[in-house]
């Protein structure tokens, strides 16, 4: 997968798959009637959702491989580069996408919103497994928006494209939210693996050489995106992750507030912290007390 290809435009990436520009700034593409291809890394100036129907190689985000198979949905962002590797064979591409430039949504609820759907942000292994019923919603939803790029434009066409594609999304939300519960086995023990990696943690120094543990760096040794890392941790918890890093970060706090040796502003920096401050605010919010007071009250 050493080609890249840029697709700046959504007529960019029309031509590339053999269809026709209906609007400049969204598509609803077959991708059966694209020319048969190698596999390339491909690079995206808009939002894309595809839908493929063949397993034809190995989707690739980054440096890692999507948990892919057929009619596995995927979403990529503007800026983001994706391909698939087929390993130097050409193959035919098969199945469906949806692609919408963001001038299409500016201005509008979804374009206020859209940061919301953080599945456009998600890694690897990561990918939506759409059910038969699933999958004959968003094709569903791809007729609808593929209708009105036929129709002849008018003062609906706009509204009604947006608003159907807002529709859709929010169908893939509660698609994502059932498939952090039947997907179990793929998940299984990533919360007890995120308890043991902040355990083992602060019995390092990183903590003084790296600072609080993020959940960015938690994600990353857990081999998942930021933002996946997050939905599933508050599907398992109802927490945050940055609220169940709070947590374990006062836990720990409790137990050597009761250092004589070391002062507040000294176990804050252990913590690692920047300002002690800061970790006399977040304690007192947690604990009801100011660290003084808590050790002062458990000490006797």
Do not use: W
């Not at 120094?205 to 609080?212: A, E, H, M, Y």
């Amino acid at each position: 997968m050493d080609t890249l290809r840029r697709f700046k435009t959504i007529s960019d990436y029309n031509v590339f798959n053999n269809h026709e520009t209906l609007h400049p700034l969204v598509s609803v593409i077959d991708f059966s009637k694209a020319d048969p291809r190698r596999g390339s890394g491909m690079y995206f100036g808009f939002y894309a959702i595809l839908l493929k129907d063949v397993k034809c190689g190995d989707m690739v985000y980054g440096r890692h491989t999507y948990d892919y198979q057929e009619g596995t949905l995927v979403f990529l962002a503007p800026g983001q580069v994706a391909g698939m590797n087929s390993n130097g064979e050409i193959y035919q591409p098969k199945g469906h996408g949806l692609v919408f430039h963001a001038d299409l949504i500016y201005g509008t609820a979804l374009g206020r919103h859209i940061q919301e759907y953080t599945f456009f942000s998600y890694q690897s292994n990561e990918a939506l497994h759409l059910s038969k019923r699933e999958r004959e919603i968003v094709l569903d939803s791809f007729a609808k928006i593929h209708y009105e790029l036929e129709h002849a434009i008018d003062k609906h066409s706009k509204r009604l494209i947006v608003s159907t594609i807002e529709l859709f999304l929010n169908y893939c939300t509660r698609f994502y939210d059932r498939q952090f519960v039947t997907r179990n086995h793929v998940h299984e023990g990533i919360l007890e693996r995120f308890e043991h990696l902040l355990n083992a943690y602060y019995q390092t120094d990183k903590p003084q050489t790296i600072g609080l543990p993020s959940v960015a760096y938690c994600a990353g040794e857990l081999n998942l995106s930021a933002n996946y890392f997050g939905d599933l941790i508050k599907k398992e918890t109802g927490k945050t992750a940055q609220e169940y890093i709070q947590s374990k970060v006062i836990d720990v706090a409790k137990e050597r507030i009761f250092d004589q040796g070391k002062s507040v502003s000294q176990i804050a920096y252990d913590l690692g912290f920047k300002y002690p401050q800061h970790f006399i605010r977040l304690f007192k919010q947690r604990v009801g007390q100011s660290p003084n007071e808590y050790r002062m009250l458990h000490n006797n």
